[in-house]
């Protein structure tokens, strides 16, 4: 019964590294969202990827950040070049396919808190 | 526009006693989600409670429940009994449209102190 799995819990890079954050959905999910939390604030929506598909990327910065979810494996959210700025909690989510209900609550992981040096 | 409005930054509350936090919202789409999460400080985002612009009746999940105004445009939480163990921030978050796969817009959060 295992829940949304976030890995690493936290990540420290030096600036100008990459940052590798992984998602691996609810059993029996295909739908991953991914937000970002700055201290102290709300979480801001980034992405939604289905399997080998980008639905929405409206909140994703243009530059340095990409994501995917392969037909096998995690979800990878991927900072290129990180900067001070990137420091923050990124979480995913993930939803069940659609159903009858106008539910489909969204289940979080617990996180990864990257900090860049 | 602030799509989601938590007014109250930091709310108190006496063990065993309710508390109402407060949350308002706006959207123009007559379909819409509201939801409930708790961040306590380890840090992990738990969903509490949903409820749908269509939906009848309030929500309910044991302790917690939401009040429904639709017309105020409120989605106020209430969770009654209080413990000490809900000392956490608390995120109200709304999902446009229907079907169930658009993006949430999160509120700033309501940090809850419940003291003995």
């Known amino acids: 019964n295992a829940g949304v799995m976030q890995n690493p819990r936290h990540l420290v890079r030096r600036r100008g590294q990459e940052a590798r954050l992984r998602c691996s959905p609810m059993?029996?999910?295909?739908?991953v969202y991914w937000y970002r939390q700055l201290p102290e604030e709300g979480l801001k929506f980034m992405v939604y990827?289905?399997?080998?598909?980008?639905?929405?990327e409206s909140g994703m910065p243009k530059e340095r950040f990409s994501a995917e979810f392969p037909k096998e494996g995690p979800s990878i959210l991927r900072i290129q070049q990180v900067v001070r700025g990137d420091s923050a909690a990124y979480f995913c989510?993930?939803?069940?396919?659609?159903?009858?209900?106008?539910?489909?609550?969204?289940?979080f992981g617990a996180g990864t808190r990257l900090s860049v040096l | 526009a602030q799509k989601i409005t938590q007014t109250q930054p930091g709310m108190f509350v006496q063990e065993k006693e309710a508390v109402t936090l407060d949350c308002t919202y706006d959207t123009s789409d007559p379909s819409y989600g509201l939801f409930w999460y708790k961040q306590p400080s380890s840090g992990e985002m738990i969903f509490l409670i949903y409820q749908g612009s269509y939906d009848q009746q309030n929500a309910t999940e044991g302790r917690y429940s939401l009040n429904f105004q639709k017309a105020r445009k409120s989605a106020n939480l209430v969770i009654s009994a209080s413990q000490l163990g809900d000392s956490a921030m608390y995120f109200c978050a709304m999902r446009e449209g229907n079907g169930g796969y658009n993006k949430l817009i999160f509120g700033a959060g309501t940090r809850l102190a419940v003291h003995p």
């Open positions: 990827l289905q399997k080998e598909n980008i639905i929405d």
């Open positions: 059993k029996g999910h295909s739908h």
């Open positions: 989510a993930s939803s069940a396919r659609r159903t009858e209900s106008q539910k489909n609550i969204q289940y």
